[in-house]
Each structure stands twice: as C-alpha cells, then as structure tokens.
C-alpha cells in the first residue's frame, strides 16, 4: 500500500502544454460572463503566475493587472508562501468544522478582527464565502429583524439604477442591472431602484448640494409612494464600481441615513468591493460618513486567496432577531467561516497591518489621480472620477456635449478596437459600456501598486488612447 510518504508528483508530466490547456478550458470550463467566442473562435488566455502586480499567462506574455483580478487581489500576488503556510497550519489543525451550532477557532478569531476594524456600532459578524451570499444574508437577516419586531408588511428594498450587488436570484433582485435581470424575471418582488450619483451629466450650473437634494427628494418620494411601513431596507455601494467609480456627493451619505431613521429602515453598505482599504481605510463607508445597520464584505478580505465574504450588524439588529419569536437567525451556508479561509484572511490582515497598505493607498491616491487626470487632455476622455484606488475613464467623441456620437456604435468601438489595444499594450482593466452608451475604462488594481506601476500603465493608455481615437 502506497502511503502518503511515499508518494511524489513529477510536476512537468502532469502539466499540460499551453495549448492543451486551452483547448480544455473550451472543451470543458464554463467561463463566467464570456463571449461564445471563446469556446469557438480565439481559445482564453490562460494565466499561469503572479507576482507583485504583475501575471504570466501560458505563453509566456506578462499583464499588468490593473483591476486585482475582480476588484479583490488587495496586496498583491506575492504573498502566497505567507498566507499558504497559515493555510496549511490551519487544514493541519482542523480541516473543517462548520458554524452551525459551535464555533471554531479562526472563525471566532476573524469575526473580533473585524468587528475590531468596522465602523461605528457594527460589530457581529455573519461569515459567508463570496459577495453575493453576503447580500442574500442581508437581505434575510433584515427581513427577520421587521418581522420580529411585528412589522411584517416591511418586504421592499431600494437600491439604485447599475448597482451590482451580486447575480444569485435575492442579490439579482437588488441589482439595477436590466440586461442581467430581465433574462431571470421574475426575481424576489418589491426591490424599486433609485437614481444613481453620476454626476458627470447632470446640468452644468447644478451644484453639489443640489445634486443631493434631488437624489434624497426622489428617494423619499420613492418611500412614500410604496408605502414607508412597507419598506425594509436600503442598499448602496460607499462608491458605487458599475456605472464607473461613482462617488457620492456632499451630505448624501447623511440624507440617506436620516430618511432610513425617519421612516424605520435599515441601511446596507454593499462594501464587497470597497472594503479592506480600496479606498483608503478598512471600510468605505468610513471615508463617506455612511453609518449603516448592515455591511457586506468579501474579496479584500481575504485578498481572494481564499474564498470568504460575511455581513457585519449590529448588537440591536442581532439581537431582536435573536430575542423574535424563531429565537435565531434563519441562516446558514455549508462553508461560511470555513476554518483555511478564516486562517487566509487573518493572515492578509496581518499582512495589511504590517506592510501600511491602507496608508500607501492614502499616500499614493493623489499621485494616482493626477496621473490619469492626464488623459484628460487626450482623444475621447471626457471625465475621470474615482477615489483611493478605484477609477474610471469615460470616453465621449463631443467633450463640449459629453457624448458618444461616432458613427461606430460604442459596443463596437470597445470590443473591436479598444479593449483589444488595451491588452495588446499589456494593461488589465475593464473596457465596458455605461448604460448611458459611452465606453468606460475602470482600474482598480492591487493595492500595493507603486508609482513605477502606475506611470508605465498610464504611458501605455496614452499610446492606446492616441490608437483608438482614429476609429472614433
């Protein structure tokens, strides 16, 4: 009998050659959100290494990944050995345990780290293993707190138009996507969607304080119209990623927190993307002045070196659910709170701590910002908006008009010609239409990007940008 002693691996038999790989991912792995041409036409790149901000692909071409894989590979590639070895102590230890009636060590351990990290009161910590699970948490978890407190006509949510907050059917249903949404209707009733806070096309003499006006205006009016007791809760992004690196404006943050007072809601910070020093601090909300009930996260809390997300609330929250006829939060997944995963994102948060990520990002954002503020002066970049380490780029033919009015359509103009100059130049970030119908261009790269990083990223967008404009 073979022990696990004596076994080896010859790890140059078992790996296949690049080409082979490819062919395989078309044969065999469904891709998430891929073009049907990647199973017939020109095979996925298929990337093999990372280091610092840097990947390899199979065939030996080097990336810049300028968006941290999905918005989540915070420190970087290189901290693989470190966080690996806290991993392997963990599976060592104990494999696995769930949190269904007990506990186990990492588990406790992350969830004091982060109420520790989180603003304000929010301090009991529900673990997840993704994004999406987070937000259907939310939503359960604000459903039970209405319905322990005899308030069970409150089954609405608000959320606003292009917010993604993941694509399971609960999290679906708060996202204001219409082209992901309508292929799955109907989804969970009652979700109504508010105007988001771009600015860049509001009316040019329209201050500030204006802009927050009627964006509060519009959603108090929402709440009435449907009915005030039969709202449940509230779901914005601290700086909303879809639609481009939209901020909110001067005292929104304060406006929506005193309309969810007024009228019994509970305020969600979406924080899936923005959390774990993507804009500056642990937590978005915390640079907005946002004083949810409810905080998802994921992605950065880990630095996606292993899969975990979770929701964060309240003592009051928690415990009149708790205290409510069930006794419990009706909720639970089979891997949330995994034991190696909370051992990951433990050991990432000693790495952010140690390194100063958060204070590099504070650091380094202005630089960043001035720098892409640059290709303002460049073909078709109207407007660059973002803060910390998320930024966008959107694109316009007429500046004066801010609007796309080239013959070629702007999904033809991005699939065809911009997104292929960008990764021919070996930048990776995210060429998209907004829902207005204008390209955008988004980075939000790991958080230990330096200056060096960022300078050669914006040479290479001045070359592509310059390439493009003929088709334009």
């Known amino acids: 009998m073979t022990t696990h002693l004596q076994r080896t691996v010859d790890t140059e038999a078992v790996e296949a050659p690049a080409e082979d790989l490819q062919k395989m991912a078309q044969e065999h792995l469904i891709l998430h959100f891929t073009s049907a041409a990647a199973y017939q036409d020109q095979p996925p790149t298929v990337m093999d290494r990372g280091e610092h901000c840097w990947l390899t692909d199979t065939q030996g071409n080097r990336h810049l990944d300028a968006l941290a894989g999905l918005f989540c590979v915070n420190i970087g590639y290189s901290y693989g050995e470190e966080i690996g070895e806290a991993v392997k102590r963990q599976l060592s230890q104990l494999p696995y345990y769930s949190n269904w009636g007990a506990a186990q060590p990492p588990s406790i351990r992350l969830a004091a780290k982060i109420a520790e990290l989180a603003p304000g009161p929010l301090n009991r910590v529900f673990l997840t293993t993704g994004g999406a699970e987070s937000n259907e948490a939310a939503v359960k978890l604000i459903r039970q707190y209405h319905q322990a407190r005899g308030e069970h006509s409150r089954t609405k949510f608000i959320a606003r138009r292009v917010a993604y907050h993941g694509t399971s059917h609960g999290a679906l249903s708060i996202n204001g996507f219409t082209a992901y949404r309508k292929r799955f209707e109907p989804l969970m009733p009652g979700v109504r969607h508010v105007s988001n806070t771009k600015r860049y096309l509001r009316p040019a003499g329209e201050s500030e304080e204006q802009f927050t006006s009627l964006l509060l205006d519009e959603m108090e009016s929402l709440i009435v119209q449907e009915g005030a007791d039969t709202v449940a809760g509230v779901f914005i992004e601290p700086l909303q990623n879809a639609g481009g690196s939209l901020t909110p404006p001067r005292g929104y943050a304060e406006g929506v927190r005193e309309l969810c007072d007024k009228y019994g809601i509970l305020l969600v910070a979406?924080?899936?993307?923005?959390?774990?020093?993507?804009?500056?601090?642990?937590?978005?909300?915390?640079?907005?002045?946002?004083?949810?009930?409810?905080?998802?996260?994921?992605?950065?809390?880990?630095?996606?070196?292993?899969?975990?997300?979770?929701?964060?609330?309240?003592?009051?929250?928690?415990?009149?659910?708790?205290?409510?006829?069930?006794?419990?939060?009706?909720?639970?997944?089979?891997?949330?709170?995994?034991?190696?995963?909370?051992?990951?994102?433990?050991?990432?948060?000693?790495?952010?701590?140690?390194?100063?990520?958060?204070?590099?990002?504070r650091r380094t954002e202005p630089y960043f910002r001035g720098k892409l503020e640059e290709l303002l002066d460049f073909p078709l970049v109207g407007d660059v908006r973002g803060d910390g380490f998320h930024y966008s780029l959107e694109l316009v033919t007429d500046k004066d008009a801010r609007e796309w009015t080239a013959e070629v359509s702007p999904n033809d103009f991005v699939s065809r010609h911009l997104a292929p100059a960008i990764a021919a130049a070996g930048v990776i970030c995210r060429a998209a239409v907004d829902h207005v119908g204008t390209p955008i261009v988004q980075f939000s790269p790991p958080l230990v990007m330096g200056v060096e990083e960022i300078d050669w990223m914006v040479d290479r967008l001045k070359t592509v940008l310059q390439e493009v404009a003929a088709f334009a």
């Open 270 to 361: 979406d924080e899936v993307i923005c959390g774990f020093g993507r804009l500056g601090e642990w937590f978005g909300s915390t640079r907005y002045g946002i004083r949810p009930d409810v905080l998802t996260f994921a992605k950065g809390a880990s630095s996606a070196y292993a899969p975990i997300g979770g929701m964060i609330t309240t003592d009051a929250v928690i415990d009149t659910v708790l205290s409510g006829p069930d006794k419990m939060f009706l909720h639970g997944v089979t891997f949330g709170g995994h034991p190696a995963a909370c051992a990951a994102a433990l050991a990432n948060i000693a790495i952010m701590e140690r390194e100063d990520i958060i204070g590099h990002v």
